[in-house]
């Protein structure tokens, strides 16, 4: 399946996506596009480095969203993505995009949800108490951060854990998770595409 990644920051997981094209050749996805609104993260850098086309523009320059992600769905026509998925991207993906791919976008978040969606997730678990955490791997909705779940690991927290070393671990499963994950869905996206060379 061709896939297009969205990114906004660090990009760590859209690496792990490309250090997989790389290195398994049985995987079934190719990463046909990066997108991003943050033009001058590192993600887009690590795209680019990989020789991966790019569309990265900031939302503000656009009319509305509904323009702007009009604008990213020409794209990703234009580099025959069968599905999307979100590494990192910080903002809500709207009606335009969930209905000309419905059922296949997917994001990565760090908690075990429904437990503590949104931005801080790490941090909230942690100081909410909590004995463990995790990584889920969902599809999207109109919501933040719901829709239904299709992979879970979880995180046990140590007691005393600073949020660093925290942070890390989640990270760390992250890398491995969603690869794995996201070979898996993709080949329902479009299962009698071959990878491309
Ligand atoms: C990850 O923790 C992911 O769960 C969350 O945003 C973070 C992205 O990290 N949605 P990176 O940009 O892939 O390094």
Known sequence: ARVAVFVSGE?????????????????PCTIALVVSDKPWCRG????????????????????SKQVYEQAILAKLHEQDVDGIA???????????????????IINL??????????????????????????????YIDEGVDTGPVIAQWRIPIPD??????LTERVHHIEHLLYPVVVG???EN?????SRQP
């Open 44 to 63: 887009v850098r690590r795209a680019r480095e990989a020789g991966v086309p790019v569309f990265a523009a900031e939302p503000r320059a656009f009319a």
């Open 189 to 193: 996206w479009r299962p009698s595409r």
């Open 11 to 27: 990009g760590s997981n859209l690496q792990a996506l490309l250090d997989r094209h790389k290195l398994m050749p049985s995987w």
């Open 86 to 104: 979100l590494a990192g991207y910080m903002r809500i993906v709207s009606s335009v995009l969930l209905q000309a791919y419905r059922g296949r």
């Open 109 to 138: 978040h760090p908690s075990l949800l429904p437990a503590f969606p949104g931005k801080s997730a790490v941090a909230d678990a942690l100081s909410a108490g909590a004995m463990e955490t995790g990584v889920t791997v969902h």
């Open 184 to 186: 898996e869905v993709a």
């Open 160 to 165: 005393g854990i600073d949020i660093g070393t």
